[in-house]
């Protein structure tokens, strides 16, 4: 089949050799745990557990009976203290259910039963997947048990294993030390959506994990091992469907629209300890590096573990820190400071040196198109950054501003130093909230 790929996109250094041979490391969980009641796109849940509560591991502590929303589960044994606001990593102050952990990890009587799950019918595998709370590990959490459940037909399943973001390791490391759960997982969810084709796809700087994915998947016919060209942002659902199968999403359209549904590696692992042992999401696999960790590593965190605590298992900083962020450097989000906690998306916590930090005075736009040049949606995003930040949102609507990935490219290789992705990002909000206020129109 070749590299595929996609057009658009750039190369920057990839800064994985930090982390890339660093093998994941399960690590303790901290005294207090704090679990915000969003952790997924869609309604936050709301407590089920009251103050003075004892809980235990899997226990569910939080829900919601809207239709886009996954459950929340205590990942250690201990008491409920409070249910008050806290900083989540977004940077708002959320409504958070604190539990302090007795490090007995006392387990739910609910989880690590083998009750079977390829002969239970539709509604109930995806009941389980729900109970479980699964959303997409990726970054964007969207609720599993929804994405497994398109109205339309799927031909294929698509584990996003391109991971293309600077720094980030995780998902190769999962790959490398656990192939299996990746292969065993897409089979279920491909058991799930009904469909018979399943495809794990790499970017080519990680040919180690193109093997091991080939091993442990050789005994499957309808399971191919395909290589992506490395580049960004070749992890973004609507490029990797176009480089995998050549089909286009269109505009305003989902994956399941065009018979593709897409997951993420640690969301495959996550479908396979939930329909094999019934077990919640309790942990992730996080990548710590960037200039200012002393010891850049891939830990396994359980959910509501702080920010310090994991920075601090990893050697704490060094140097002068300039910048810390959650997820990636090309789209994650940038933190105050670090007493958050881990959420079902963290997929890295990065801290930046002045050395990583560039820095240059903003000027007007040069009008020189490598805005244009590198956009993979195809977007003139200097067009769109300036009738944003002039709430021009009929030629922002015109010029297709919501098909914007907020991928970040176009900051990236502006050499003005122009925030174009901030103010398509802002322009998109004010347009999205007045068409709430519309009514959706």
Known sequence: ????????????????????DKPIVEMSASKEMVYPMSQ??????????????????????????????APIHSTVSGTVTK????????????????????????LSPDIYRRDGFENLSKEEKLAIIREAGLVGLGGAGFPTHIKLNPSGKIDCVIINAAECEPYLTSDYRVMMETAFMVVEGLRFIMNIVECDKGYIA?????????????????????????????????????????????REVPSGKLPADVGVVVQNVDSACAV?????????V??????????????PCNFRVKLGTSFTDVIENAGGFIGNVKKIVMG???????????????????S?????????????????CLRCGKCVNSCPMNLVPLTLAESALNEDFSKCLKYNILDCIECGICSYVCPSERSCTQAIKIGKQKINALKKKQGGK
């Open 1 to 20: 089949m070749g590299v595929l790929t996609f057009k658009g996109g750039i190369h920057p250094d990839d800064k994985k050799i930090y982390t890339k």
């Open 40 to 69: 997924h796109i869609g309604a936050p849940c709301e407590p089920i557990v009251n103050v003075g509560d004892t809980v235990c591991v899997g226990q569910k502590i939080a829900d919601s009976s809207a239709f886009v929303s």
């Open 83 to 106: 249910i008050e606001k806290r900083r989540h990593p977004n940077g708002q102050m959320v409504n958070s259910v604190i539990i302090e952990n007795d490090d007995l990890y006392t």
């Open 202 to 246: 790499i970017e080519n700087n990680k040919m180690e994990a193109i093997k091991k994915m080939k091993e442990a998947s050789s005994k499957y016919d309808n399971i191919d091992v395909v290589t992506l060209k490395t580049k960004y942002p070749q992890g973004s659902e609507k490029h990797l469907i176009y480089a995998v199968t050549k």
């Open 272 to 280: 396979y300890n939930a329909a094999i042992f019934r077990q919640p």
């Open 282 to 295: 309790l942990s992730r696999v996080v990548t710590v590096s960037g200039g200012a960790i002393d010891s």
């Open 328 to 346: 990636g450097p090309m789209m994650g989000i940038a933190q105050q400071d670090t007493d958050t906690p881990v959420i079902k998306t963290t």
């Open 348 to 364: 890295a916590i990065l801290a930046f040196d002045e050395s990583e930090i560039y820095k240059k005075e903003k000027s007007p």
